[in-house]
């Protein structure tokens, strides 16, 4: 079955430290991965997705289809960055979003 | 463009009733899903329609029901109101349902007492 893992409920980490939240998926074939953010009081909205290879707002994340991860990555970390992450999967003919429990990072001034 | 709007924006029933929630995409949007969002258990996937049909659906009880109509508007409804159905549901539309990026409403906030 196809699964999103986050293993982290909280991570709380100083300011203008490095911060790696962390996403495993289970599925065998090509997916579609993505990572959503949701800031106090604001919307949830698509942060980045694997397929663009972007970098917003300083995030990263590289599709490792050998370790299965998503792994969402910042050098640096702001205070502006505390917010609720989830990582999604799409995969295969299915239409529904598969959604990690998501990851709440907190960022200590 | 206008985003994904949400009515109302807060409820509070009482145990037993029914209330119906009701999500207006994205224009030009025909997939929409539903989701409840609580502090314990994040992103619960409710059901998801494209062109007024159900395409997929969540883990719920029967309580728990949608429907699409031909502008792509949806509404939920939930009967038989219980305490545990307390969450915040959520609504995104996209243009073709997954692979692409789903565009969130702001929620109903639902309080049963």
């Known amino acids: 079955a196809q699964r999103v893992t986050q293993p982290e409920k909280l991570l709380s980490v100083f300011k203008g430290a490095p911060v790696e939240l962390k996403c495993n998926y289970s599925?065998?074939?090509?997916?579609?991965l993505f990572w959503y953010v949701q800031y106090s009081r604001q919307r949830l909205q698509l942060l980045l997705r694997h397929i663009s290879r972007e970098s917003i707002k300083g995030f990263t994340a590289d599709l490792n289809k050998g370790e299965t991860s998503f792994h969402l990555k910042k050098p640096f970390a702001q205070e502006e960055d505390s917010a609720m992450y989830y990582c999604?999967?799409?995969?295969?003919?299915?239409?529904?979003?598969?959604w990690g429990a998501g990851t709440k990072l907190i960022i200590k001034p | 463009k206008a985003g994904v709007t949400q009515t109302p924006r807060y409820l509070i029933k009482t145990r037993g009733q029914q209330v119906t929630l009701s999500c207006s995409p994205i224009?030009?949007?025909?997939?929409v899903s539903w989701y409840q969002q609580t502090p314990g258990q994040g992103l619960q996937f409710l059901f998801e329609?494209?062109?007024?049909?159900?395409?997929n659906k969540g883990n719920f009880p029967g309580r728990f029901s949608g429907r699409q109509f031909s502008n792509s508007r949806s509404e939920m409804n939930v009967s038989t109101l219980e305490l545990g159905d307390s969450a915040l549901y959520l609504c995104?539309?996209?243009?073709?349902?997954?692979?692409?990026?789903?565009?969130f409403g702001q929620g109903t906030r639902l309080t049963v007492v």
């Open positions: 599925y065998s074939g090509s997916p579609e």
């Open positions: 995104a539309s996209s243009l073709t349902g997954a692979r692409v990026e789903a565009f």
């Open positions: 224009s030009g949007h025909r997939s």
């Open positions: 999604a999967l799409s995969a295969g003919s299915n239409y529904q979003l598969i």
């Open positions: 329609y494209f062109s007024e049909t159900q395409r």
